[in-house]
């Protein structure tokens, strides 16, 4: 298994851009999650799903975007980017009630410039 | 959720056991553990979780205090890859309780040679 994947691992945005992070797994989890860890800092919820179709908003929302159509995907859209956004982003994904032992990705760090 | 309290840094040597605490004075009866690490710029790594009864695996020992008030999260012999910053973690086990994983600050755990 792949466990918990993520594209592209660094990316450089200018303010005003837009784009996509992906996140995929190979473990057949139900539930995804994005976490954004700012620099000395612990990391912060931004959106979450429980299965295909189903999303909802964590702590820190404003600002992206997510879809989930499979299982497998749960990908991040950010808009309009702002320097405020820079950051590193993790995808994770669990179990469920099994576990709250999320598996986590290498993550993406991402500059807004 | 119960709030967490853990020292922001320890050093241990090299070859040693590494004792790392977390108050959670007010954690609830269904309320569990986990420990989660972190080592520089990657994904954080889940390590164990407890209820009320001290866990053991592959990675670590986690010790709960009777009245569950507080807990250690013990590396019986760390090596220099065990540099982190460890997150304790204190979570009702639900169906959505993913969702809202909170990490702290963590300790930052220096192993030295």
């Known amino acids: 298994n792949a466990g918990v994947t993520q594209t592209p691992k660094f990316r450089i945005l200018k303010i005003g851009q837009s784009m996509t992070l992906q996140c995929a797994q190979d473990?057949?989890?139900?539930?995804m999650y994005w976490y954004r860890q700012d620099p000395g800092m612990g990391l912060k919820l931004i959106y979450y799903?429980?299965?295909?179709?189903?999303?909802d908003k964590g702590e820190v929302p404003n600002g992206y975007n997510v879809s989930r159509s499979t299982t497998e995907d749960f990908p991040l859209r950010l808009e309009l980017a702002a320097p405020s956004q820079t950051s590193v982003y993790f995808c994770a994904s669990s179990a469920g009630l099994a576990g709250l032992s999320l598996f986590f990705g290498p993550g993406t760090r991402l500059t807004v410039l | 959720d119960a709030k967490t309290t853990q020292p922001p840094s320890m050093d241990c040597a090299e070859g040693r056991a590494a004792n790392l605490p977390c108050n959670h004075s007010t954690i609830s009866g269904n309320e569990y553990v986990y420990w989660y690490r972190q080592i520089h710029s990657q994904g954080p790594q889940y390590i164990i979780h407890?209820?009320?009864n001290n866990e053991t695996n592959e990675m670590a020992s986690l010790i709960i205090t009777e009245d569950r008030k507080s807990s250690t999260l013990i590396l019986p012999h760390a090596t220099l890859r065990d540099t982190a910053v460890y997150y304790c973690i204190v979570r009702v086990a639900r169906e959505t309780s993913g969702s809202r994983l909170t990490f702290g600050e963590g300790t930052q755990l220096t192993v030295n040679p």
């Open positions: 473990m057949n989890h139900n539930y």
């Open positions: 799903s429980v299965g295909a179709g189903i999303t």
């Open positions: 407890g209820l009320k």
